[in-house]
């Protein structure tokens, strides 16, 4: 697999971050579904793109994050859990044919949210644009980040934002509510989101499971990080 698209797969994998408006709902449980869309230009292979859905449970104090691609007939197979009561997770990733898991300690929480809420917003500008998502009237603003990045960003504010931290996607340091649909543009990819459902209720106690599946081979969560960003 070439330099390029072994990049799309991770730039997709970690780009994975408020104030309150009145008859806002709270999403404390529920799951929302969204299409990912990367795209990159390969010097020998020319554009190169990929979609990958990504789905969120959220119930109370516990998230759950999966994510399914496939490019080029390779599949890739992600799945975070954390709760963030007690401050501890579980990563799974299937990736070029190995499977790696790793537990995610209070000492390691720190870096996953930072990992995870990989959008260091300094500033947000509201405009006067609006679209319609899922039935939700959504307002546009422009994000800049401070390492000068700018994100596109589409949200509805019927929706509180999600009050649990290490969710990027869904959960962005200024926007006064649930990211509905949103754009960035890397010096490697241009990174799509927008979401494909909403589903409010119906997420179980049973569907956090932090126990590592048979055939995963358990490391330690900064080797899985080391892993992952190095290829």
Known sequence: MNKTLKKLFFIATFA??????????????????????????????????????????????EAKTSMSMN?????????????????????????????????????????????????????????????DILGYSCKKAIATTKQGMELEIYYTEAIKPIAIEGLGNINMKGINGLPLAYSMQTPQAKVSFEAKSIKEGGVKASDFNYTIPEGYKEVSFSELSQMSGGM
Do not use: C, W
């Not at 579904?33 to 119930?59: L, R």
């Not at 190995?98 to 809420?117: G, H, R």
């Open 71 to 131: 490019a080029m007939g390779m599949q890739m197979d992600v799945k975070s859990l954390i709760n963030s009561q007690n401050r501890t997770g579980v990563v799974l990733m299937s990736f070029f044919g190995q499977k790696m898991a790793a537990k995610v300690t209070p000492d390691d929480y720190d870096e996953l949210i930072k990992s995870n809420n990989d959008f260091d917003i300094e500033k947000v500008e509201p405009t006067n644009e609006t679209k």
């Open 16 to 61: 994975l971050g408020i104030t309150t408006v009145g008859a806002q709902k709270t999403f404390d449980n529920g799951i929302v579904t969204y299409k990912m869309t990367t795209t990159a230009q390969d010097p020998t292979a020319g554009e190169i793109s990929m979609d990958a859905d990504m789905t969120f449970h959220i119930s109370g104090k």
